[in-house]
């Protein structure tokens, strides 16, 4: 499998220079390729190849003070990524979407650079790990967690932050390929993602939604002395980097609840059934949208997908239609606005939490999907018996020790 593995560096004030104008050579190389692409068009009427605009870089550092400073693989990368973008343009196109040539990249808008299967090397000097990047520097890194011995290393990518900050993201190939699901799963969960509670599944436990008001407080104060500084000074820049900071710290506290949310999932069960859910459409909708974004619920089911993976779980993402309304228990549907926290069945008497209703039906579909604990001819037969008591058995509050408890095993991607 392939796995990515991200770590922070610390450079010194030249390698800091440094890093910075190979960087702005990388985006200087990958305007030049962007004109070159279109000017091609122009001249024989359709797109090069990449390996055309490839074969271009000889001749190129002949004339170009600085291209021969940048290891020539990553060169090769940023013309990779330039057909990487185009080809994203094209994709869009195909599905309906108007779209244009490709943007011109101002300095903010390139953070990063790519070495590809060579160039690059982890090492120590002077008992500090460095990374060691070819026509660079050797970078002081703070490496949190040790890589497997087993990885293979195929490229690093080398990103500054807004805030400043530099990083390098390892992709390495594992030799190990992850555990088969079991046939017969034995621990299932149904999960219904919310905003009041951001997850109640079928075993009873709902988990709160992070409360992040603090943080979006202080984001909103630094924004409005933004506004009040002179664009281009040097205390707008200081601003402007303390409200990166903001948004970082937004960014990796829901990161980190999402992960190890997910990781305890993945871990624990054989078979985790979601509403596999439109969160691009949900975005466009006039109401709510600013607690759907923050709710996250995309990145969620991701991080949740590609960990069942590696965890050997099943992994069920299932039409969320009618989940709500529907009874788990007979399957008759109810209508029931959004202020209506409790389901209570008109046809058979059947009462819960309205979230817990939802995680069973969830998990019913996810059971029928794949074939188990279903027969095709009595689809409600796994349905929850009317005298089964449903709600929420504890209620897990963010930052409470009971969440630290549940998740203490699950802190790794």
């Known amino acids: 499998m392939y796995y990515a593995y991200k770590y922070r560096l610390k450079p010194s004030d030249a390698h800091y220079e440094e890093l910075d104008r190979h ?5 200087q190389l990958y305007n030049h390729t962007r004109y070159r692409l279109y000017e091609y068009q122009d001249e024989h009427g359709e797109l090069p190849s990449m390996t055309t605009l490839r074969s271009e870089l000889p001749d190129l550092k002949k004339w170009w003070d600085g291209l021969s400073d940048v290891y020539s693989k990553v060169l090769q990368t940023v013309i990779e990524r330039l057909f990487d973008n185009l080809k994203g343009l094209s994709k869009l196109k195909q599905n309906g979407y108007g779209v244009g040539q490709l943007n011109w990249k101002p300095p903010r808008e390139f953070r990063s650079f790519t070495y590809s299967q060579s160039g690059f090397k ?3 000097k002077g008992g500090q790990a460095v990374l060691s ?10 490496l949190h967690r040790a890589i497997p011995d087993d990885a293979t290393f195929k490229q690093v990518t080398v990103k500054k932050e807004p805030t400043g900050e530099w990083f390098a993201t390892f992709g390495v190939q594992m030799d190990r390929e992850p555990p088969d699901p079991p046939e017969n799963p034995e621990k299932c969960v149904g999960i219904d993602v919310g905003i009041l509670k951001y997850a109640h599944d079928t075993d009873g436990t709902a988990v709160g939604s992070l409360d992040l008001s603090d943080e979006r407080e202080r984001l909103e104060r630094e924004q409005r002395t933004l506004s009040r500084k002179q664009h281009g000074s040097n205390n707008y820049e200081k601003q402007r980097r303390r409200v ?5 710290d937004l960014r990796r506290k829901r990161r980190d609840f999402l992960h190890k949310l997910s990781a305890y999932y993945a871990r624990e069960y054989d078979l985790v059934a979601v509403e596999d859910l439109n969160v691009k459409g949900m975005m466009e909708s006039p109401s709510n949208s600013r607690n759907t974004a923050s709710a996250a619920w995309g990145t969620f089911l991701s991080l949740l997908e590609y960990k069942c993976e590696r965890e050997g779980t099943h992994f069920i993402a299932v039409n969320p239609r009618g989940t709500t309304k529907e009874c788990a228990s007979c399957g008759v549907s109810t209508e029931k606005p959004l202020w209506v926290r409790e389901h209570a069945c008109p046809a058979c008497g059947f009462e819960a939490d309205r979230d817990a209703n939802a ?6 579909r996810g059971l029928e999907d794949v074939g188990v604990g279903h027969s095709e001819s009595t689809p409600v037969e796994t349905a929850l018996p009317v005298d089964t008591p449903v709600s929420a058995k504890r209620i897990v509050e963010t930052g409470s020790p009971t969440l630290k408890e549940r998740t203490a095993s699950a802190v790794s991607e």
Do not use: V
């Not at 960087?23 to 985006?27: A, K, L, Y």
């Not at 995680?359 to 019913?364: E, G, H, M, R, Y």
């Open 244 to 248: 990166a900071e903001c948004h970082a």
């Open 359 to 364: 995680a069973w039906n969830i998990l019913s």
């Open 133 to 142: 990047l070819s026509k660079l520097a050797d970078i002081p890194i703070r």
């Open 122 to 124: 982890l090492d120590k």
């Open 23 to 27: 960087r702005d050579i990388c985006r």
